[in-house]
């Protein structure tokens, strides 16, 4: 079957001409398009595909089957969600930059080729960098400079890829690709960067916190989504993807219980869940690679949710600082009320998402018979509960009242949240309907009564754990600090060292060139005292420095061929 | 049709009679118009000798009706068709625009003299491409330094001076070293004509005088297009010119030295020769290495930044000697592609920057700061020029990119296509130093608030623009015409 129109397109045209309309019908013109999108993927059926020939490549523009579709489906309604979101902006820039983002990331899952993804994959950096820079401020234009420069340098490790990948097999098909060939290896590199693999993470934390309230939520929804997507296409079954999977989930939690901006709270429990993605990607099974995109699904619903909450909050008080808040839930009860669904999600509890897509990960690890894998998943989860799913709403609507009495969030806001919710709250009551539109069949249960009670004693004890460290005083106070991580050694240490190196080597082409004019300079003087020719030139020596290099290079042509 | 048989020859004379002609009008706009007319005309003739060679065929032209090893002989194909189009299409767009831009550089009594030298030196380039006489070769490339030479002089800033006249003398001994490699030719076979000359080396290919030729002609045309190290005339030249000379020369002069490197490479030496028994491909490839990190390196600390797009052009000039040290047809249409799409780029790129000169008074990054709100469509056009030399899909700097990958990744020497990216980098961080003065600082004190170029200046300099737009999206111009220019080189000698 053939498609007239690429997904994403929609999406993509909608953006750019967003600008030109007036700002009054600029939000209900942008709500159009997803939910157009929204319509025309379900007149897609796996199998179509769009294929055309450009520059002597085959190019696979559209390729559609159940994995393209569930992220399809996903990104379409997150968009929906942002523009009901971001009603209120006014901006020319945010909104536009936003929509072409999600189109350009949605155009990139349906992508069938290498060279179609790299197109939309460097495409989603750009306007996503848009994004981030549209909150003005000096630390968001700096945040943003940083994101652009990795996630262009993971777009060059994706061409880069590509191009070795065709060397090797003739083919820029986007499959299945593995990593017993050079190519693979760049490509998953790639695909980590975007995945925020442990070491390449540092963007994420450092960009998504800097964006503007409503900027955050839509960055956390579609560049790691995509990066999991390229992955579980890609590398399933990948073996070393486990590990990174579990460091991923594990170490985070680390940071994430010391920060103190909640955002970045958020920004840190995003890698937490992204390594469980990763895992269900490693193990490569039916039911784990369902898992993972069951996750991403729900992930982008309930982190989108809790970024909206605290996108709210950041909107009305102007801060989302753990040690400034407190007590908001009496100012502020529906954006708690839809915080703590989004909380409830993440930690998995029973009814809501997470717990009906955490555990096909979990059951997967554990059906292939990994018990270390399995229990650091299970510290990871409970630490999940930990940051996200008690310290999130506590420090910022309960704890200690910091005496913030200010407006319940604009109708926009809670319209969006409020949806995400019913949401959260549908899949986690409706396993069945959801678990419909995964890659695979899936025949697993997750209200069985052992499941629910082993789930549910792990959530009491975390929060116990919780309640003891607050009342015994050792849970870390949450202070106004900056926490190093992996990225000063990037940012600070390489590049002071890139900048000795050019003004090293440049300095020394410069001292060689005045070594060798001293030189001639010497040998000139001699020839002048006997010709007493006079002046060769007042500026300097450097056009004898120049003459001598082209004497230098002749030298060694002559020498080079003789030899 | 008589006159179209003698398109070959009139491509040249035109130009050259338009010289004198200006210098005659004197006054007026009559100079002008006669140049324009000239670089139009000289356009249009190169668009039909390109359709007329596009498909193989080779068109000789013999001066005086002399047969080839005695007369001189011109001769189009489609490497020299591919040089037409560009010097002359370039030459037709910068015309128009130097008619405003020189108002502000050039004193009034100075602009015929300034008509009459452009007409000289596109008269020069066009003939360096399209004859095939190795001293009739020597003759234009003179005619065209020298008037260059005496173009950069007339810049506002009295710098220029200096960089004219250590261009004079660098050109000079570049010149005279290539004119020594041609006399030890002629010396060896006893004929000008190049055709002639490569069939009667043939015999004499390992000698010394030979391979002291190539060495004499390697250098000094290494020193004319302005590859490491001998790229040193170059940041100063480009920098005190005035705008519409800069632009020209930055997409012209040093890809007809090119030009000619590979015309002496592979039409007269050969290339089992140049490229099988010696040395110098791997000589070329680290020169080009050098010549992407170190001038890409230096661009980045660049002040001025007219001077950092000078030394990012001797970075790409790397790129391009890097395709051509490959040998392979890949790697030659790389390197052919990367030369066309680097010209069109760039140029587009100085004409928007004198535009944005004439308005901030100065081409300094703080005289630049601001210029996203003041200029919008200017600083607009040349972040996309810079997205080109970055090497961004949609941009024809991807294109260039991607053949030079290809052709590294065909020879299997995938650390190229990691030192390629690499210096992508670099691009990157040189092409934001625009970004970050023109969108995230203040306009100085005393700029008025929001003032374009004049569209005489913004026509011109967008069509490059779009041009190099253009050419990142439809190849069949550019890389047609280079893989076929690289075949027929190749091909001739196997």
């Known amino acids: ?563 | 049709m008589s006159v179209a048989l003698h398109m070959p020859v009139l491509q040249v004379v035109v130009p050259l009679l338009s010289a004198p002609l200006a210098v005659l009008a004197r006054r007026g706009s009559l100079p002008f118009m006669f140049t324009t007319a000239a670089a139009w005309f000289a356009f249009a003739t190169s668009i039909a000798l390109w359709m007329e060679v596009e498909h193989g065929a080779v068109l000789s032209y013999f001066i005086g009706s002399w047969p080839a090893p005695w007369g001189i002989e011109y001769r189009v194909d489609r490497l020299s068709a591919l040089f037409l189009l560009l010097v002359s299409g370039l030459a037709a767009v910068v015309l128009p625009y130097s008619r405003r831009s020189i108002q502000a550089e050039i004193p009034r009594e100075q602009h015929y003299l300034f008509y009459a030298l452009f007409s000289l030196c596109l008269a020069g380039l066009l003939g360096i491409t399209v004859t095939a006489d190795a001293f009739n070769i020597f003759v234009f490339l003179e005619i065209a330094s020298l008037s260059t030479y005496v173009m950069i002089a007339l810049g506002r800033d009295r710098r220029a001076l200096v960089a004219s006249y250590q261009y004079l003398v660098m050109g000079t001994i570049g010149a005279t070293f290539f004119v020594i490699g041609v006399g030890l030719l002629y010396l060896m076979t006893g004929t000008l004509n190049l055709p002639d000359m490569a069939e009667r080396l043939a015999a004499e290919r390992h000698t010394r005088p030979v391979l002291a030729a190539l060495a004499f002609i390697t250098v000094g045309l290494s020193l004319k297009l302005a590859l490491f190290p001998l790229h040193q005339w170059l940041p100063n030249a480009y920098t005190y010119a005035p705008s519409a000379v800069t632009a020209f020369l930055a997409g012209t002069a040093t890809k007809v030295s090119l030009y000619v490197l590979v015309r002496f490479y592979y039409s007269v030496f050969g290339e089992s020769l140049v490229f099988r028994h010696l040395p110098l491909p791997e000589i070329m490839l680290l020169l080009s290495l050098a010549a992407m990190f170190v001038a890409s390196g230096i661009a980045i600390f660049q002040r001025d930044f007219k001077k950092l797009l000078a030394w990012s052009s001797i970075g790409q000039i790397g790129y391009i000697t890097l395709g051509l040290s490959f040998d392979t047809v890949t790697g030659l249409t790389a390197s052919l592609v990367n030369l066309f799409n680097q010209a069109v780029t760039k140029c587009g790129l100085f004409l928007l920057l004198g535009g944005a000169v004439i308005v901030a008074g100065g081409s300094t990054l703080e005289r630049l700061a601001g210029l996203g709100r003041t200029m919008p469509l200017t600083s607009f056009g040349i972040v996309i020029g810079g997205l080109g030399l970055i090497g961004v899909p949609g941009t024809a700097g991807f294109i260039s990119k991607w053949y030079l990958v290809l052709a590294a990744l065909e020879r299997g020497e995938w650390w190229l296509v990691f030192a390629v990216l690499l210096s992508s980098l670099l691009a990157v961080a040189y092409v934001w130093r625009f970004v970050e003065a023109a969108y995230f600082r203040p306009a100085p004190p005393g700029r008025p608030p929001r003032r374009e170029a004049p569209a005489s200046l913004l026509i011109p300099a967008w069509l490059m623009i779009a041009a190099s737009v253009y050419f990142g999206l439809d190849t069949s111009v550019t890389v047609g015409s280079a893989s076929g220019a690289a075949e027929m080189l190749i091909g001739v000698k196997k």
């Open chain 1, 1 to 563: 079957m053939i498609i007239d129109l690429p997904p994403g397109l929609l999406l993509l045209g909608a953006g750019l001409l967003a600008p030109l309309v007036p700002v009054r019908m600029r939000a209900a013109f942008l709500l159009l398009a997803p939910a157009a999108e929204f319509v025309q993927l379900l007149s897609l059926a796996p199998g179509m595909t769009l294929r055309s020939e450009v520059f002597g490549f085959a190019l696979e523009w559209v390729r559609v089957d159940r994995l393209s579709l569930a992220f399809g489906y996903i990104f379409a309604i997150a968009a929906l969600l942002n523009v009901i979101f971001a009603w209120h902006l006014r901006s020319r820039l945010e909104p536009s930059a936003a929509m072409v983002y999600a189109g350009a990331a949605m155009a990139a899952v349906f992508a069938g080729d290498l060279l179609t993804l790299f197109l939309y994959w460097e495409l989603t950096a750009v306007a996503a960098v848009l994004v981030i820079w549209a909150r003005g401020s000096e630390r968001a234009f700096r945040a943003g400079f940083r994101y652009i420069v990795v996630q262009l340098a993971s777009g060059m490790l994706l061409a880069a890829g590509a191009a070795l990948r065709y060397a090797e097999t003739g083919s820029l098909a986007f499959g299945a690709i593995g990593l017993d060939q050079a190519g693979g290896v760049l490509l998953l590199l790639a695909f980590g960067v975007k995945c925020a693999f442990p070491f390449l993470h540092n963007w994420l934390q450092d960009a998504y916190p800097e964006a503007t309230v409503t900027g955050t939520v839509v960055l956390s929804a579609f560049t790691t989504k995509l990066g999991i997507y390229a992955l579980a296409r890609s590398f399933p079954g990948t073996e070393m993807l486990i590990w990174i999977g579990t460091a991923m989930a594990a170490f985070p939690i680390f940071y994430a219980v010391i920060e103190n901006d909640l955002r970045r709270v958020l920004a840190y429990s995003m890698n937490n869940q992204l390594g469980f993605m990763v895992v269900g990607v490693g193990l490569g099974t039916e039911m784990s690679l369902n898992g993972t995109v069951a996750h991403a699904f729900a992930d982008i619903l309930f982190k989108g949710l809790l970024f909206m909450s605290m996108g709210a909050v950041l909107f009305r008080t102007g801060t989302v600082n753990g040690t400034n808040l407190g007590g908001l839930y009496k100012s502020m009860p529906w954006t708690a009320g839809f915080c703590i669904i989004g909380a409830a999600s993440i930690s998995a509890f029973p009814l809501f998402s997470g717990f009906v897509t955490k555990s096909l990960i979990m059951t997967a690890t554990a059906a292939d018979g990994r018990l270390l894998e399995w229990l650091i998943l299970l510290f990871a989860s409970a630490g999940v509960f930990h940051h996200a799913g008690i310290k999130i709403p506590y420090f910022a609507f309960f704890a200690h009242d910091a005496g913030i009495r200010c407006k319940e969030a604009p109708a926009n806001m809670l319209i969006a949240m409020g949806l995400a919710a019913a949401l959260c709250v549908g899949i986690g009551v409706f396993p069945g309907l959801f678990y419909s539109i995964l890659p695979f069949a899936v025949a697993y249960e997750p209200y069985t009564a052992s499941h629910v009670v082993a789930q549910l004693q792990l959530l009491v004890f975390s929060a116990l754990a919780f309640a003891v460290l607050m009342r015994t005083g050792i849970y870390p106070q949450e202070l106004r600090s900056v926490n190093l991580d992996f990225d000063w050694l990037y940012r600070r240490a390489a590049f002071c060292a890139v900048q000795r190196a050019t003004t090293f080597t440049s300095g020394c082409i410069h001292r060689l060139g005045a070594i060798l004019s001293h030189a001639a300079a010497w040998m000139l003087a001699q020839g002048e005292r006997r010709t007493s020719a006079g002046q060769f030139m007042a500026d300097g020596g450097s056009t004898r420095g120049m003459a001598l290099w082209v004497m230098v290079m002749l030298v060694s042509y002559l020498v080079l061929y003789y030899i």
